[in-house]
C-alpha cells in the first residue's frame, strides 16, 4: 500500500537550513509526484512545493529563494532543503501525494514531523 | 495566488445536517477538493474534484459547486465528525488551501 513517512531534526537553529527527508514505498517517484505541505501549529495548510514525476520542480513563490526540493528515486526518497529559517518556519512539514496526474488532489499523506526553530 | 475563504467555526447537534462552505477569489473550475483533519492527525481526503467521494469514505459526506463558490454537506452529523475542515484548490498555480472550518458537536 502507499505509504510516505517524514524524518527530520526537530529542532533547528534561527538562520540555519531545514533537511527534511520522505520516504515512500507502494509507488514510484518516477511515475508519482511528491508535495510538501506545512502546518504552522495551529493553524492552516500551506502548500510549499513540488518534484512532479519527471523531477522538475514547482516552489510557493514566498519559499522559492531559500527551497529545494530534490530526489533519490533509487531509495524511493524526496527531500527538502530550506536555508535561513526564521520562527514562522516552525511547523508541521508533511509530505504528499497526489492522485491525477496533473491538477491533482491530496489522496496519500504521511503522519508528519514537527520542526521547531528556536535558539 | 488563489485565496480561498470558509466561515471559521460551527457547531451543529447530532443528527443535523451541516453546510461548510467555500469561496474562491477566482475560478478553480471544478477543481476543489476537501479534507477532514482531527487533531495530532494527517489531513484525510473527503471529496476531490467538488462532488466525487473518496475512497472509504461515507456516503454522509457530499460535495458540489463549481467555479468560485463550492459547499461540504454532512448529512446527518455525527459525533466523530467533530473535526476542522479545509478546502483545497488545484486549477491555480500555486495550489492553495482554506483557512478551515472547525465543525464543534453540540
Known amino acids: 500500500q502507499v505509504q510516505l513517512k517524514e524524518s527530520g531534526p526537530g529542532l533547528v537553529q534561527p538562520s540555519q537550513t531545514l533537511s527534511l527527508t520522505c520516504t515512500v514505498s507502494g509507488f514510484s517517484l518516477t511515475s508519482n509526484s511528491v508535495h510538501w505541505v506545512r502546518q504552522p501549529p495551529g493553524k492552516g495548510l500551506e502548500w510549499v512545493g513540488a518534484?512532479?514525476?519527471?523531477?522538475?520542480?514547482d516552489y510557493n513563490s514566498a519559499l522559492k529563494s531559500r527551497l529545494s526540493i530534490s530526489r533519490d528515486t533509487s531509495k524511493s526518497q524526496v527531500f527538502l532543503k530550506m536555508n535561513s529559517l526564521q520562527t514562522e518556519d516552525t511547523a508541521i512539514y508533511f509530505c504528499?501525494?497526489?492522485?491525477?496526474?496533473?491538477?491533482?488532489?491530496?489522496?496519500?499523506w504521511g503522519q508528519g514531523t514537527l520542526v521547531t526553530v528556536s535558539s | 495566488d488563489t485565496v480561498l475563504t470558509q466561515s471559521p467555526a460551527l457547531a451543529v447537534s447530532p443528527g443535523e445536517r451541516v453546510s461548510i462552505s467555500c469561496r474562491a477569489s477566482e475560478g478553480v473550475n471544478s477543481y476543489m477538493h476537501w479534507y477532514q483533519q482531527k487533531p495530532g492527525q494527517q489531513p484525510k481526503l473527503l471529496i476531490y474534484k467538488a462532488s466525487n467521494l473518496a475512497s472509504g469514505v461515507p456516503a454522509r459526506f457530499s460535495g458540489s459547486g463549481s467555479g468560485t463558490d463550492f459547499t461540504l454537506t454532512i448529512d446527518p452529523v455525527e459525533a466523530d465528525d467533530t473535526a476542522t475542515y479545509f478546502c483545497?484548490?488545484?486549477?491555480?498555480?500555486?495550489?492553495?488551501f482554506g483557512a478551515g472550518t472547525k465543525l464543534e458537536l453540540k
Open positions: 504528499t501525494r497526489p492522485m491525477g496526474i496533473t491538477r491533482g488532489w491530496f489522496a496519500y
Open positions: 483545497q484548490q488545484s486549477w491555480n498555480d500555486p495550489y492553495t
Open positions: 518534484i512532479w514525476s519527471g523531477g522538475s520542480t
